[in-house]
């Protein structure tokens, strides 16, 4: 089921790409229509991801009541992690939500609002694998595309093969039939993961670094950037931030 709504999302994205609809917008024509338009990826759990056909998650709900506090209706746009940033650049929608971290190398080509949380990228691996960044020497490790976790373990000296996949439910399946030694990923997807596969014999190892992870918007849209940055102080300041953190995670993902 979560497969097909996936799929189904990823087949509209295209539709609406090849539609060449560009609609990142000044915040003026945002609020004159009334609805604002995010993308989310729809495959990092428990950030985005499908219940059934329902797109749901921390991040889907934070940008859901951001929304609401600036008085508009949210439209979701499913697009994979390793095209948002392009489509950004060419104005798909006006914002991205799907936990991207900060690094200077993004930066260059889109803007980051503030963090809506903080967080760690983590080893997982089979019980008796390489569960320290010291024992990844010479092993094999997967690891999303175009994510920070790809960037840092191309940094740890020593590590055998990396392997890249589209998404990091892919990832956990090439682990768990051990098609890869490790896996490196968010803390919260790992434990999230793991807690849902008690008996995968996977556990959670050294956490690798650490990463502030935020919105991201088209370059030098000041106005549109400082509601979001808006949006999301109030949804901190009301408690809806505190609610939806401790129903994801059990304690307070903000960057304190
Ligand atoms: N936090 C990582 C990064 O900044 C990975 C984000 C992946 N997000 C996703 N929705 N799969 O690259």
Redesign the pocket.
């Known amino acids: 089921m979560r497969v097909v709504a996936k799929w189904l999302g990823a087949a509209a994205c295209l539709a609406m790409l090849g539609s060449g609809s560009a609609v990142a917008r000044d915040w003026s024509v945002i609020k004159d229509s009334g609805t604002i338009i995010a993308a989310?990826?729809?495959?990092?759990y428990p950030?985005?991801y499908f219940e059934g056909p329902k797109l749901t998650g921390f991040?889907v709900e934070v940008a859901e009541a951001v929304a609401k506090k600036l008085g508009l209706k949210l439209e979701w746009r499913v697009v994979s992690?390793d095209a948002q940033l392009a489509s950004i650049r060419q104005d798909r929608f006006d914002f991205a939500i799907?936990?991207?971290?900060?690094?200077p190398e993004?930066a260059k080509s889109v803007d980051f609002a503030n963090p809506h949380y903080c967080?760690g990228?983590q080893i997982a691996a089979h019980k008796d694998g390489p569960l320290t960044v010291a024992a990844l020497t010479g092993k094999t490790v997967g690891v999303?595309l175009?994510?920070?976790?790809?960037?840092n373990a191309k940094k740890i000296p020593g590590i055998g093969e990396i392997k890249t996949y589209k998404?990091?439910p892919e990832v956990f399946s090439a682990l768990k039939a051990k098609k890869i030694d490790a896996w490196i990923?968010?803390k919260w997807?790992i434990k999230g993961t793991l807690d849902k596969n008690p008996d995968a014999g996977i556990v959670a190892g050294e956490q690798v670094f650490i990463?502030r992870?935020s919105m991201i918007l088209r370059k030098n849209n000041k106005e549109l950037m400082d509601q979001l940055n808006h949006g999301l102080a109030e949804v901190m300041k009301d408690g809806t931030y505190a609610t939806l953190s401790q129903k994801y995670f059990k304690t307070d993902a903000s960057c304190r």
């Open positions: 989310t990826e729809g495959a990092f950030f985005n991040e992690f799907a936990s991207h971290g900060y690094t993004r967080t990228g999303q175009a994510t920070s976790y790809s960037d998404a990091d990923s968010d997807v990463e992870v």
